[in-house]
């Protein structure tokens, strides 16, 4: 079986296998709430969103604030 077969199978798009990946990643505490959404290139709200969906708690470490501030630097807010 491959890519393809196991997406069509879930009836899932590859972004949304990543989604649930990253997801289940964070649930376990094996990345950051960052790391989740660098990978899956969603917002800060938009990957709470999808956390809350799911019933999940939002956990706001020190790596979190640190991309926060240097995306808030980038945007030459701070």
């Known amino acids: 079986m491959n890519n393809d077969d196991i997406l069509r199978t879930a009836k899932m798009s590859e972004d949304e296998l990543k989604l649930e990946i990253a997801i289940m990643l964070y649930d376990q505490g094996k990345i950051s709430s960052g790391k989740g959404r660098a990978w899956t290139w969603l917002t800060v709200i938009e ?3 999808e956390l809350a969906k799911r019933g999940l708690c939002i ?3 020190v790596e979190d604030f640190q991309s926060d501030v240097q995306t808030l630097r ?3 807010l701070l």
């Open 47 to 49: 990957f709470q969103q």
């Open 74 to 76: 980038s945007m030459g």
């Open 59 to 61: 956990n706001y470490d």
